[in-house]
Nanobody, 120 residues
Framework: VQLVESGGGLVQPGGSLRLACATSGFTFSTYDVGWARQVPGKQLEWLANIGSNGGTYYIDSVKGRFTISRDNAKKTVYLQMHDLKAEDTAAYLC???????????????WGQGTQVTVSS
């Protein structure tokens, strides 16, 4: 199983970014996939999940600003982020699970992450 994130970078407050996570090594269309972020010294924070049926989940702090989507043909999951804030600065990781995800620890595999820095 491989998950490779891309799309991170430096963005000004209020800006937007779209992250992508390209996957391989498993039947993407039947797996849940999601995004989490990590700040050095803090726990991994679960952000969003999209199920194999397309159902989505978001934590409150990103609802309305972040949108998760998936392209089963490309085996890729995306995270569109708008109205970025300084507190969104973190490494963003994608994860996947063969079972429906209800908790962060349900993810079986994680990528290495892509850094997002929000600063003027």
């Amino acid at each position: 199983v491989q998950l490779v994130e891309s799309g991170g970078g430096l963005v000004q407050p209020g800006g937007s970014l779209r992250l992508a996570c390209a996957t391989s090594g498993f039947t993407f269309s039947t797996y849940d996939v999601g995004w989490a972020r990590q700040v050095p010294g803090k726990q991994l924070e679960w952000l969003a999940n999209i199920g194999s049926n397309g159902g989505t989940y978001y934590i409150d702090s990103v609802k309305g600003r972040f949108t998760i989507s998936r392209d089963n043909a490309k085996k890729t999951v995306y995270l569109q982020m708008h109205d970025l804030k300084a507190e969104d600065t973190a490494a963003y990781l994608c994860g996947t699970s063969s079972r429906p995800v209800l908790r962060l620890y349900h993810y079986d595999y994680w990528g290495q992450g892509t850094q997002v820095t929000v600063s003027s």
